[in-house]
């Protein structure tokens, strides 16, 4: 199941083609994106979202998106849809087409099908390795033409390092730092629960700042848990309660493995912490 909407409200056959060949979304990556879970017909973190919709847009020099467009075309796909209770809805935004003279972006809402891996791994956790970018944690604030932290549509690199994990024999991947300092997963924030706090890392080190880092931590500060945004070395990881990459899709997901080692058993941290997120949305 997949449903297209743009941003007046029209939907549109997702099966067609609708993109110019010249369209530099797809030439040279050049736009951003977002991924909403709706749960129920409900999109989770709408505004964040958009908000860092138009954030990433900024970073890129592109203009500012129409977010009550972005949330029109939303709705659309919301109400067309007629899958299964979840939908992964992505926003694209792209630079537009090659040469145009009025510079006009492409826009659109797609939803699909949460995919079977992250469903799995929403249950079983994941084996995860670490892998450097080949930065320092301080070159976000002086390269900004680097892009960190905007959710750029340019993803080949996050992806390569999945399948450099595959090749490894993990599921997924977090990005450390020429310091050690740990980054963030190719899509998802990387969480650290140690004697009742939480910890993350600050997004001013070049990673994304996550939409569903940031509603667990809300939650979990009023259920009484610490939490604090800091720099995190790798090496802290194997030495807490529990490790977990959350994103939107993925919700909040355990590490059970560590670079081939096993971590100890976070299962009941990890219901704890579900059940925390998940109560961000019930009522
Ligand atoms: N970091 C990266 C690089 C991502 O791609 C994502 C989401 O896909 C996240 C973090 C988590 O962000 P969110 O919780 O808003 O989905």
Do not use: C
Request: glycine residues 10%.
């Amino acid at each position: 199941m997949r449903v297209l909407a743009f941003l007046d409200g029209s939907l549109a056959d997702s099966g067609a083609a609708h993109l110019r060949v010249d369209d530099l979304g797809l030439l040279r990556g050049d736009g951003v994106f977002e991924t909403i879970l709706v749960a129920d017909k409900k999109p989770r973190e709408l505004r964040p979202h958009l908000d860092r919709l138009a954030r990433s847009a900024a970073m890129l020099d592109l203009p500012a998106p129409d977010l009550a467009g972005f949330e029109r075309a939303a709705r659309a796909v919301i109400d067309g849809w007629q899958g299964g209770r979840e939908i992964a809805l992505k926003l694209v935004y792209t630079r537009g087409v090659d040469g145009d003279p009025a510079g006009t972006p492409t826009a659109f809402a797609l939803g699909v099908e949460v995919d079977a891996k992250v469903l799995r791994a929403r249950e079983d956790g994941v084996s995860v390795v670490t892998l450097e970018r080949g930065f320092g944690p301080d070159v976000a604030e002086h390269a900004p033409w680097l892009l960190l932290g905007s959710k750029s549509i340019s993803y080949a690199v996050n992806m390569a390092a999945l399948r450099e994990a595959a090749r490894r024999g993990a599921q997924d991947v977090i990005f450390t730092a020429t310091d050690g300092s740990v980054l963030e997963g190719p899509t998802s924030t990387v969480i650290l629960a140690k004697d009742r706090t939480l910890y993350t890392p600050p997004s001013t080190i070049g990673i994304l700042p996550g939409t569903t880092q940031y509603a667990l931590f809300r939650g979990a500060e009023k259920a009484g848990w610490n939490v604090k945004v800091e720099p995190l070395a790798a090496t802290d990881l194997a030495r807490g309660d529990g490790v977990f990459l959350a994103s939107s899709v993925r919700l909040v997901t355990r590490v059970h493995t560590l670079d081939g080692v096993a971590l100890p058993d976070s299962t009941a941290v990890h219901q704890e912490l579900a059940a925390i997120y998940e109560s961000e949305y019930s009522g």
